[in-house]
């Protein structure tokens, strides 16, 4: 792409590799020129939390603001009822009104962390249902639908690749697209709303908002989407071996939060410090060149960065420091995840292999057990090789580190 675009938002978009698409580059950077922009996000409400995945799209919103502009947080508050089909092999589970109240509010935790909700031009935080919940079904059909052609919706890829898989795409989740098209027409009607922003998973719902919205008000809105990112070694970016990375404190701890990102691979620095972090382009270019050991502290730099915009800066320097004391002297370190056991959970003991399990090292015995025979195991740094070692109110009377291989580790303690 060789646009070169006017507008500071764009410059940053295009220079920090933000970009992957856009439906018009230079009709949306002459309107980001011009003045205030309303931009929004749709996230749907299906965990208590968002995870790296979404951190991409979060990072665009903050820079929206930080450039001048609106960014518009949207809960999917009525499109979770229905569920988002786009390269899914099957349907979503389907979410009672009360679950999806609950997962709202953890999410919002989240943008609160990244956005301004008071600033001058402050973010809005929004919610579809109060569109979407009171929608007569004749009307809507009327008036909306008759603007879609069933064709051109089946040749959309994340339709026609589950079709293509003959697995089961249901009536509920076909009306998914328009309802999200159907979304960006009322934020450009109640808002001002001029662009939606996403991963390029997402490009053909966007593009159904703009023809939708050209359509019934004959107004001009744009789309640009991201890279769906995944690490140099092909992994999707925000799943672990051991689960998604959260980014609510309650769902993983900032701790575990700094280690993903410190164990970074090294291909990955500069794109990440770039993306995740606002520090100076050159400055990421640098740190991503480096080779060797030097890489590693352009990694704990890169952690350090992420966990402060997710955490606070304490909560990154308290990880650092946990990590220097786990990894460099091989101590225990005061931040690491911690399973309290009570004297009743405990009764007359628990086996080692039980301990790994409850600790979230290994999610099922069977693993735990792998990870014994396999040397991989660790209590206060010396090897474990028995899975039904048995630890005792004595045995805890002081906190117990286990380790499961060299990078992950949780203290053990009897609860006061």
Not at 111 to 116: E, P, R, V
Not at 123 to 137: G, P, R, V
Request: hydrophobic share 40%; with cysteine; charged share 25%.
């Amino acid at each position: 792409m060789t646009y070169h675009p006017k507008s500071d938002f764009m410059n940053v978009m295009m220079a920090r590799g933000f970009v992957a698409d856009c439906t018009d580059y230079q009709g949306l950077d002459e309107a980001l020129s011009k003045g205030v922009v309303p931009g929004y996000i749709g996230f749907d409400a299906t965990a208590k939390s968002l995870h790296v995945g979404s951190l991409i799209q979060i990072m665009m919103l903050r820079w929206l603001q930080k450039t001048g502009h609106q960014p518009i947080t949207l809960m999917g508050g009525g499109t979770t009822k229905v569920g988002d089909p786009s390269f899914r092999a099957d349907e979503r589970p389907l979410l009672t009104p009360d679950q999806i109240d609950d997962n709202i509010a953890g999410i919002k935790q989240v943008f609160a962390k990244y956005l301004d909700y008071d600033a001058e031009t402050p973010a809005l935080m929004l919610n579809n249902a109060e569109w979407l919940d009171s929608l007569n079904y004749l009307d809507f059909l009327r008036d909306i639908g008759r603007h879609f052609s069933v064709n051109r919706m089946l040749s959309f890829e994340s339709v026609k690749s589950r079709l293509d898989r003959e697995q089961s795409l249901s009536f509920l989740e076909f009306n998914y697209m328009i309802l999200q098209a159907y979304d960006f027409l009322e934020l450009n009607r109640r808002y001002g709303c001029l662009v939606q922003f996403g991963g390029s998973d997402q490009w053909g719902n966007i593009v159904n908002g703009i023809d939708l919205t050209r359509r019934v008000l004959d107004h001009e809105i744009y789309g640009l989407t991201s890279p769906l990112l995944t690490t140099s070694d092909g992994k999707k970016m925000g799943k672990s071996a051991d689960g998604a990375i959260w980014l609510n404190a309650d769902m993983l701890s900032p701790y575990e939060f700094w280690q993903f990102w410190r164990n970074t691979t090294d291909a990955d620095v500069g794109r990440f410090l770039k993306l995740y972090t606002e520090m100076d382009i050159a400055e990421c270019e640098r740190l991503g060149a480096l080779g060797g050991s030097e890489i590693n502290a352009a990694k704990i730099i890169l952690a350090n960065e992420v966990t402060t915009l997710c955490h606070g800066r304490a909560a990154a320097e308290a990880a650092e420091a946990t990590a220097r004391e786990v990894f460099e002297k091989g101590g225990v370190g005061d931040d690491l995840p911690t399973l309290e056991l009570t004297r009743a959970e405990l009764g007359d003991g628990i086996s080692a292999a039980q301990l790994i399990v409850r600790s979230g090292l290994v999610k099922t015995g069977k693993e735990a057990k792998r990870l014994i025979a396999e040397n991989g195991a660790k209590v206060d740094d010396a090897p474990l090789t028995d899975a039904g070692r048995m630890f005792d109110a004595a045995a805890l009377a002081s906190p117990v580190k286990l380790s499961a291989g060299k990078k992950r580790h949780a203290l053990v303690k009897l609860a006061d």
